[in-house]
């Protein structure tokens, strides 16, 4: 009772108010209209995905269980000792392939894990502090003894002088071996992202690849021809394409070139479908072939799209021909990254069919993943 008498009073009270009542029951209204609608857009979405899952799942149950191992670096019996040695042999026995190792700095044990499933190609970002290049996603986790050189430079100079022992003096100014026992001539690539200013970076770079360029490991353009050699340097993110292309006569650190801006119909430019590549020191007419560019790569989600139904909409598999086609005619490795990670379904199919069409590379993270995929004869 005292309740509904309760109730009764503000209910007078409200009708004296009047007009400020009307405002405030519309503001509630505009409220609920805009609950509804969120919640239909979050429902929509979820159903999409829903079903966008359901079609990519299928293979899902067919995939290798252990596509996420990882490997067991110290062998039964073997001494901590043991592990530098260990690991400066540790591509003896593999077949090189050509996927790339993405932020391979996370990995357990950097470089050579890529290396022991047989990725020819792995990613290094250095950002600049102190005149020092030091190697990790963001600076937060930058740490001194994670450098270019400790990393990358020093292991990858004491892996080749290992392999290149043997070689006669006669042979010294050609091509040397590289770090694939298998397959000697496969180069390496070390993609290095440059994080912070590309200007200052570049440099410091050049000159941390002295040990492998005194050598004779670096992969150079001599103003004529590029010549392969053990370790190819691909310099990306904020990476100066000016500075890069600025010697006419020698070059040894190439460029990412911007994969969506090369269609062999060249109907699309770097504007209109721009794929997260560093533009810096580039310009809409630079051109980008094999003396100035290794990898022409691109954000796979931001170029191609979304993928709907598990499969490529035929305009998305014309702009993935168009663009692959583009960088071969430029003697480039077409590279895309972000493709689908999940479901490993859908992401093995994507794979698949960017193999199938001519893709030079894979980005990805899960190793074994990539290199268990059949890359058939032109895998290398
Ligand atoms: C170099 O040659 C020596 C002697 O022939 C041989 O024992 C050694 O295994 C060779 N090293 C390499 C890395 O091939
Ligand atoms: C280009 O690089 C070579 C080798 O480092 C050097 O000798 C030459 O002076 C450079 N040329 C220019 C124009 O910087």
């Not at 932020?103 to 020092?132: H, I, M, Q, S």
């Amino acid at each position: 009772m005292r309740e509904r008498a309760t109730a009764r009073n503000a209910g007078f009270k409200c009708m004296k108010l009047g007009g400020e009542e009307e405002k405030s029951r519309n503001s509630i209204w505009r409220r609920r209209t805009y609950l509804v609608i969120s919640v239909s857009v979050v429902c929509i979405l979820g159903l999409l995905y829903i079903i966008n899952f359901i079609f990519g799942l299928v293979p899902l149950f067919w995939d290798d269980p252990g596509s996420t191992a990882s490997l067991e670096w110290t062998l039964p019996g073997q001494a901590k000792t043991d592990i530098t040695s260990h690991l400066l042999d540790i591509t003896r026995d593999v077949t090189p392939i050509p996927c790339h190792s993405h932020n391979d700095y996370w990995r357990r044990v950097p470089l050579y894990d890529a290396l022991r499933w047989g990725c020819t190609g792995v990613e290094a970002d250095v950002w600049l502090f102190d005149k020092e290049l030091f190697v990790g996603h963001s600076t937060n986790a930058l740490t001194k003894d994670r450098t270019f050189r400790t990393m990358y430079v020093d292991p990858i100079v004491r892996m080749l002088d290992l392999k290149n022992t043997n070689t006669s003096i006669a042979t010294s100014t050609s091509s040397k071996n590289g770090i694939f026992d298998t397959v000697p001539s496969q180069t390496l690539v070390l993609l290095v992202d440059f994080k912070n200013d590309g200007r200052d970076i570049f440099p410091y770079v050049s000159q941390h690849l002295e040990a492998l360029r005194e050598k004779n490991y670096l992969t150079y353009f001599d103003g004529k021809t590029t010549h392969g050699r053990a370790v190819t340097v691909v310099a990306t993110g904020n990476a100066p394409f000016d500075m890069i292309n600025a010697n006419s006569t020698y070059r040894d650190i190439f460029f990412d070139a911007p994969l969506a801006s090369m269609p062999d119909s060249d109907s699309t430019s770097i504007q209109a479908r721009g794929g997260g590549q560093g533009t810096v020191g580039t310009l809409p007419n630079s051109h980008f072939d094999s003396t100035n560019s290794y990898y022409a790569s691109v954000d796979f989600r931001r170029a191609i799209g979304f993928v709907w139904w598990g499969t490529l909409s035929s305009k998305q598999l014309a702009l993935v021909r168009g663009q692959i086609k583009g960088a071969h005619q430029r003697g480039l490795k077409a590279r895309y990254w972000s493709t689908p990670k999940w479901p490993i379904g859908l992401r093995n199919r994507v794979w698949r069919l960017l193999v199938d069409e001519g893709v030079d590379y894979l980005n990805g993270d899960d190793l074994r993943g990539m290199t268990s995929l059949e890359w058939g004869e032109r895998g290398l």
